[in-house]
Structure formats: structure tokens, C-alpha cells
């Protein structure tokens, strides 16, 4: 049975969407605070987080005083910042292995790299109990400590929307979240995807820059703040890889990762990822008047029924080896397909039609 206070958490989720898996926690030691090690002084302070945990991200070097990383035996003074970067609190409900098929392209002892599906939900949340990456990860690992806790985050430090489809690192162990984690966090883990966008986008590269938060009146999407009152510092870069006239086929590479960064970015300058029905782009936004025009682009919404785009590539230190490690991954195949037949219309185009 699921707790109700995990159904009341998982809706909170959704509704708030968190940017990152990690965050930071601070604290100004009390004037008359008595010297403590830091591990034992931080594990009074937040709630619902283990000192396994804690001295974790001590080794990891995720714990600084005044901004500089210190040792599990550190003992704090009166007058101290302590900053600690710290993966969220656990989120308990009844985790059940599932045998669902995963296409792994890197595992070790200490991590995996799995290449989602588009349609796959990366955790459990409401309307969403069964069928995830998690549930098929608890299956895969099962024995494996993480992923007997009966947490939804279960190993994770990232995320990718349910349809998009790509890249994914997943931790086997507290030091490897850690070290994971504060590379996402500080955005020196570096990723790649590929998206159709509507439109013919006027240069051959660009930087969008907005913060991204959510949106005020519909809290399933998330929307650009242009004067940054509010929402997250968000930027993404981009280069065109291929253009059709009335699409643009583009490599995204993400400085920060906010949630729907790429698609929330690009629909806000108007040029909303193909067949994206959050963002608009799940009609015809650019294009033909003509009526064969139109019956192509429905035949394209049905080869890739989904936003098109793609976690392609993803790079990070191991956190234990140290090793650069690079992964690229295949365009999926409604997407490659989609592609195809883009570039069979412009190609067998003498003329271009008036456009929208």
C-alpha cells in the first residue's frame, strides 16, 4: 500500500518540478554552539538524513566551512558557515522491481548509463507507480542498498522528461551520487541533444539565455522570465545541424539543466520542438497553406508522436576512477525516421510554397 504522506509528496513534486536532484543546504554556527564534529553537528541539523550519508558527501567534498572543503572529523567553531551540497530527502513508498528491459551502455561497480526510451517515466510519481526507470533499475540491482530503501530517486542525480528519449548515468553508492552529483550540480558534466525545432532559425549558432521556472497559472509546464524575478539562472547553447525550410534540425548543449530547459527555451523565442503539445509545437507553426503540405506534416507527427528530441551525448569524471568517460548514443529510430522524410520533402521540392 502507498502512504498517503508519499502520495501527498509526489503531487507537492510535480506541482514544484525541482531543477536539479541536489541541493544546498547552510548554516551559521551559533555563538555559543560547543565544538562538535561536523558530521555529528549536521546530522542534527537535517532531519530525515542518515551520517552515512553525511560523511558521504564529506569525502565527496560536498561539505565546505567558509568555503573550503573539509574532513568528517572536522570539529566547527562558533561563527562558522557551513555549506553542504546533499542529495534531496527520501521519499519512502513501496518500490517494486520490475523485469523491464534496459538497454545499458555502460556498467560498473560503481555506476550504469542506460539509454531511455521515449515514453519512459524516469521515477515513480503520481499516476506513474509503475513502469519507470527505477522500478526497472530496482529489479536490475536488486541486493544493491540504494535501491532497497524504497526511495523514487533511487540512484539518480538527472533526469530526462518521460518523452524524451536518450542518456542517463545512474549511481550504485553513496560515494558515487556524491561525486556525480556535485559535477551536475556545478554544470561541469557536460550534455548534448538533438531536437527538431519549427522554424528556420535566423543564425548557425546561438546562446538562449532566461530563467526558467514555473509557470504562474498552469503548473505542468514551465515558462521563461525574462527580467529574472523569478525562476532559475538557465542556458542553453546551440549549433544547426540541418535545416528544412520550414524545420531546423539542431545539436543542443546545456550549460545548466532546468526542467524543459531546451523546449521552454526555444518556444519562447517561437520556435517550439516539433510535435512538442506543451509547448505549441504540435500543430503546424510553420510551412504550406496547401493541403498536401499539411497531410505531410500530420504523417510526420504520427512517425514520431512525441517532442523530438534527444539526450545524444553525455560526459563526466567517474567518481571513483577519475577517468573521463563519453558516451554518444544512436538518433532513435522515430526520429531518424522523421528526419528522413524532411529531407526527402525539401529534396524533392523544384519551388517552396507560400509560407505561413
Request: glycine fraction near 8%; charge should be neutral.
Amino acid at each position: 500500500m502507498l502512504q498517503q504522506d508519499y502520495i501527498n509528496n509526489a503531487e507537492t513534486e510535480n506541482q514544484s518540478a525541482q531543477e536539479d536532484l541536489f541541493e544546498h543546504f547552510r548554516f551559521v554556527v551559533d555563538a555559543g554552539q560547543a565544538v562538535l564534529r561536523i558530521d555529528k553537528f549536521l546530522g542534527g541539523k537535517i532531519a530525515n538524513v542518515s551520517r552515512t550519508r553525511i560523511q558521504a558527501a564529506i569525502e565527496a567534498g560536498n561539505v565546505f566551512v567558509n568555503s573550503k572543503t573539509v574532513k568528517s572529523n572536522y570539529k566547527i567553531k562558533p561563527g562558522e558557515v557551513i555549506t553542504i551540497l546533499l542529495s534531496f530527502p527520501k521519499i519512502e513508498f513501496e518500490l517494486i522491481p520490475e523485469n523491464i528491459p534496459l538497454q545499458i551502455v555502460y556498467e560498473d561497480n560503481d555506476l550504469l548509463v542506460v539509454n531511455k526510451p521515449a515514453g519512459m517515466v524516469v521515477h515513480p510519481a503520481v499516476g506513474h507507480f509503475t513502469g519507470t526507470l527505477v522500478n526497472a533499475l530496482a529489479f536490475h540491482l536488486q541486493g544493491n542498498e540504494l535501491f532497497s530503501e524504497n526511495d523514487i530517486r533511487s540512484g539518480l542525480v538527472h533526469r530526462i522528461d518521460k518523452d524524451t528519449s536518450g542518456l542517463l548515468v545512474v549511481g550504485k553508492n553513496e560515494k558515487t551520487l556524491n561525486g556525480l552529483g556535485k559535477q551536475f550540480f556545478e554544470h561541469t558534466a557536460s550534455r548534448t541533444y538533438h531536437a527538431l525545432v519549427w522554424g528556420n532559425l535566423p543564425d548557425d549558432e546561438g546562446t538562449i539565455t532566461g530563467n526558467v521556472g514555473r509557470h504562474p497559472s498552469n503548473r505542468k509546464v514551465m515558462t521563461v522570465f525574462q527580467d529574472g524575478s523569478s525562476g532559475k539562472h538557465a542556458v542553453t547553447h546551440y549549433r544547426v545541424l540541418q535545416r528544412y525550410t520550414y524545420c531546423t534540425y539542431v545539436e543542443c548543449r546545456l550549460e545548466t539543466g532546468r526542467t524543459h530547459q531546451i523546449r521552454v527555451h526555444f518556444s519562447n523565442l517561437g520556435f517550439p520542438l516539433f510535435n512538442d503539445s506543451e509547448y505549441g509545437g504540435n500543430s503546424i507553426v510553420k510551412g504550406a497553406l496547401f493541403s498536401k503540405y499539411k497531410q505531410f506534416v500530420e504523417n510526420c507527427f504520427q512517425i514520431c508522436p512525441r517532442q523530438a528530441l534527444h539526450a545524444k551525448t553525455l560526459g563526466f569524471v567517474h567518481p571513483v576512477t577519475k577517468k573521463k568517460l563519453m558516451f554518444d548514443s544512436e538518433i532513435p529510430t522515430d526520429m531518424a525516421a522523421l528526419l528522413e522524410k524532411w529531407d526527402a520533402y525539401i529534396s524533392g521540392r523544384s519551388d517552396i510554397e507560400k509560407t505561413i
